[in-house]
């Protein structure tokens, strides 16, 4: 693998943030130098407007999505605390117990036959 440029690891350090506050979005992905080569004028029109939506927030005082949210408010949206790998291992976990509470019923009460 060759050496990466200056503007290409901002770029990436921005996409692979685990804070989702300081994480790049995609339009502030593209904003980044390192596609000024490629960046195409109807995404430049994006990341103007997208500019000026920020800009307009901040001037009216209003803070980001997920700043200052409390786990009360996030679990009364539906949102969960937990990673998508912790959800799953903990579904993988209940699903392993599951079988192996079946497996010690017995096939014939499996199948409804016996109860």
């Keep these: 693998m060759g050496k990466m440029t200056p503007e290409a690891l901002q770029c990436l350090k921005g996409m692979l943030a685990l804070d989702p506050e300081r994480r790049s979005t995609a339009i502030e992905a593209l904003a980044e130098p390192w596609f000024d080569s490629l960046r195409e004028p109807e995404v430049e029109q994006l990341i103007q407007a997208d500019r000026q939506r920020k800009a307009q927030r901040l001037a009216s005082g209003e803070t980001n999505q997920y700043s200052n949210n409390t786990e009360g408010e996030r679990r009364r949206r539906g949102e969960s605390s937990k990673s998508r ?29 016996v109860t």
Excluded at 86 to 106: E, F, P, V, W, Y
């Design 85 to 113: 790998a912790s959800m799953r291992s903990t579904h993988n976990q209940n699903s392993l117990q599951d079988q192996s509470q079946m497996s010690m019923i017995g096939p014939m009460s499996q199948m409804g036959q």
